[in-house]
């Protein structure tokens, strides 16, 4: 049965209750629910279409960008996709009770190290409504209660997949309280959510650099960073121009608005003369503009001038930043220096470069000759992800599953004491 909460706290604290039932669920109940969570959303298709195209027409009249419109629209193929990932979530192994490590003291006493649930999962994002229905169902399958704060612009459908989702789990039996949201609370559903020490386990953000910045520095509930995504690809001296072109066009115009598209091309200047134009020509081709340093303003026709800021910009739109550099170790400075420690990624045919490369680049995904777009849950093989960590704390890269368990020591002992 649902109980009525009148604050955010006591929304928290019903999903703390829930999340000790959730915890002792086994792996056919967590399965079954998610199954009838993904029934519950593909049935209310036509409910959230209604209640996301009001969210799109205030955001629209509220001058909200085009790439947070783009995060923000779920249409019926978005929606079925949405149950579909539910589904795929259902179907992994269950985390929870895995064996991390095990041994037998000198004196008989054996200790097994397990994986459990963290508790009560809590997020903070931005006009992401996907993010709603991912986090939810990862926090579930790993036995963990859920509070989600998913901001205005998408309250009206983040409202309807809640509903749903609720729904799904009363009618399987299951505590509702154990999926929360403290939209209706406003700003102040997120600051009680950053300072609910003790009640919330583990918070993750989403959303832009400013709203990351601010949940990590004012929370008081450990917080598991996400980051932007200044993405780079090197087109490093033996890179296939094939390859090169549509890695690069890939990465950028796959899906502009998402944190694992490319944002700056860094091409190695003995190749320049022979990658920059086709490149360039063939990102333009796909309504990209390229804000280029004045090495490939030279090799390429329409290419606007490059600042300083543009090295740093995550710009979530059809641009794109392209400096020629002068060798690998250039290449690494400027990724060094730049980089939000995501996604890099190098086409080369030369196996020492790519090596080197994969070795010294510090980020939480590091590849070679392939799309930075790969950087995903879904892709991955999570069925979808919490989000994509850049710390190094715990989890890094992309967050499914496993990231959301702790653990927890058993002892067994036939009557020893310590001497």
Known sequence: MTTIATTARERMLLAKDAARTVGLLGDEAKRDALLAIADAIEAATEQIVSANAEDLRRGA?????????????????????LAASVREIAALPDP???????????????????????????????????????????????????????????????????????????????????????????????RELM????IVDVLVP???????????????????????????????????????????????????????????????????????????????????TVHGDESVARLAPGVVPATDEDWAAEYLSLDLAMRVIDDLDDALDHIRRYSTHHTESIVTADAASEARFLAEVDSAVVMANTSTRFTDGGEFGFGAEVGISTQKLHARGP?????????????????????
């Not at 509220?62 to 019926?76: F, I, M, N, P, V």
């Not at 944190?259 to 990102?283: I, Y």
Request: aromatic share 2%.
């Open 195 to 198: 300072h609910a020490r003790g």
């Open 96 to 190: 929870v009770g895995r064996v991390l490590d095990e041994r037998t003291l000198p004196n008989g006493v054996s200790l097994t190290k397990i994986a459990v649930p963290f508790g009560v999962v809590g997020s903070i994002y931005e006009a992401r409504p996907n993010v709603t229905v991912d986090i939810a169902a990862l926090a579930l399958r790993s036995g963990n209660a859920v509070v989600l704060r998913g901001g205005t612009a998408a309250e009206r459908t983040n409202a309807a997949l809640v509903q749903a989702m609720r729904a799904a789990l009363a009618e399987r039996g299951l505590d509702p309280e154990a999926i929360q949201t403290v939209d209706d609370f406003g700003r102040e559903g997120a």
């Open 206 to 288: 989403r959303g832009s650099a400013q709203l990351i910045e601010t949940v990590v520095t004012e929370s008081s509930v450990p917080v598991i960073e996400t980051g932007a995504g200044v993405v780079h690809i090197v087109l490093d001296q033996s890179a296939p121009l094939e390859w090169a072109r549509d890695i690069v066009v890939n990465a950028k115009t796959q899906r502009p608005s998402v944190c694992n598209a490319v944002e700056t091309v860094l091409v190695h200047r003995a190749a320049a003369e022979r990658l920059v134009g086709p490149v360039v020509e063939a990102l333009q081709e796909g309504g990209v």
């Open 61 to 81: 009249e509220a001058g909200l960008s085009t790439a947070l419109q783009d995060r923000l629209r779920l249409d019926e193929p978005r929606v079925k996709a």
């Open 399 to 419: 967050m499914g599953l496993a990231e959301l368990t702790s653990s927890k020591w058993l002892a067994r002992g036939a009557g020893q004491v310590r001497a």
